[in-house]
């Protein structure tokens, strides 16, 4: 296995309609455990720089509150990484979204480029970790 990107699919273990990950609960895990609060700065950090649209929504919050939500967030994202349950909570926050049942903003408030860019924020914090 000497192509990249058979290394990359190789992680993932599809099992009909679900999402199972060989590696990456382990390293969830490892970030949960030992660099939670660092990770979630790391992702705070990063969404102020491409210039997250959520956060204009979030400008009341002062910054400890926005780092407390930010970590009770990021620790149950790691959790259901942790459990291979990352399909269920992505469908339990569609699902939320959908009746507009979110704790902090509204439906209307989440914009396209909040998913966009909140994926390569999540994707980069990862990154910045795996060494």
């Known amino acids: 296995m ?3 990107i058979e290394k990359i699919n190789s992680t993932i273990i599809t099992t009909g309609e679900n ?3 060989a590696h990456l609960p382990g390293f969830a895990r490892f970030i949960r455990q030992q660099h939670l609060v660092a990770f979630t700065q790391e ?4 969404c102020k720089e491409v210039d997250l649209p959520l956060l204009r ?4 919050m002062s910054e400890e509150e926005l780092l407390e939500k930010s970590i009770a967030g990021q620790e149950d994202l ?3 990484i942790e459990n291979n349950t990352l399909k269920e909570r992505t469908e339990e926050n569609y ?4 009746t507009d049942d979110l704790e902090i903003i509204t439906q209307n408030q989440l914009v396209p480029e909040d998913l966009v ?3 390569y924020v999540r994707k980069q ?4 970790f795996l060494p």
């Open 19 to 21: 999402w199972q990950y």
């Open 95 to 98: 699902r939320k979204w959908e």
């Open 43 to 46: 992702q705070l950090r990063l």
């Open 125 to 128: 914090a990862f990154a910045h």
């Open 117 to 119: 860019l909140g994926t």
């Open 78 to 80: 790691l959790l259901h």
């Open 2 to 4: 000497s192509n990249p």
């Open 57 to 60: 929504q979030l400008a009341y």
